[in-house]
């Protein structure tokens, strides 16, 4: 499951990492649901390969305009804190109160002007928690990235370790990271694999999704978030019944994998066409 079906988060030890004790005691600071994702919370992430600046700015905003079908299509959260969930996609509403500064949309990032000097004062603006120190290995820091290395350039370990400060979405390193479907059992993991595969992987795929998504913007991601909480399948997103829109993505990523790749997607677009979650059947107490 995508969160702790018996436990509150903090009856639940931290994992003994001194970097995760300050990013405890940062983000419990910083809005309500900080120690829920560091304890609670459990989530299937797959990434995906880029060959050149224009292809990662590419495939960087179509998976983020893909976060609010994909956090539908793989919701699996049924209880959050030992109780029912009062929601539907809770792993949505627990990244949108950690820390805003870092979680969630990446700035601008749906803009077809966005680059990567964008993504890196975004990077650079915010402040770091943690950097690497001889004598305790990390130690904690209120200032900016772009503060502490104002006056040399960083070394690579220390901008893989500033970008894997940030928790977004989709998050960028020498690789996308797509981040939003919560823990799933193995089928389903492996149906949404082959769905990113079939989606990121083909040309004809990557031109689908950009007509699909071409007019997408910020307000609309929110927007379709807040439409997803609150009614699941009879939602509207970006201008269409969001039930279309799961087909519509199913469909493509069909197509781009090969014939006999098409049939791990299966348990997933079972879900899709019965517009049912893995969460919806874990609340009616049916078998996936």
Known sequence: MGYHPTATARSLELIPKRRYQFMNLYLGERDTYGPCMMRGSASTQVSIDYTSTADCLRKLRLA??????LSLICDNTPVFEGKPREHQLVRTDIWQHVDNDRCGLV???????????RYAEYILDTVAILIPCHKEQWCYSDRTFGDIYATRTMTR?????????FFTDVRLKTYIEIRPADAMPIPYVIAYAALIKGLFY????LDALDELFAEVRRADYLAAQG??????????????PVAELCDRVMAIG????????QRFLEPLADLVARRVTLADLAERGEEA
């Open 254 to 261: 069909k197509d781009g994998l090969a014939e006999d790749e």
């Open 64 to 69: 983020f305009a893909l976060v609010p079908v």
């Open 202 to 205: 083909a040309p004809a795929s």
């Open 107 to 117: 700035p601008d990032v749906l803009d077809p002007a966005f680059d990567l000097r």
């Open 157 to 165: 370990a220390e901008v893989e370790h500033a970008v894997s400060m």
């Open 227 to 240: 439409a997803l909480m609150e009614r699941g399948y009879e939602a509207e997103v970006y201008g269409m």
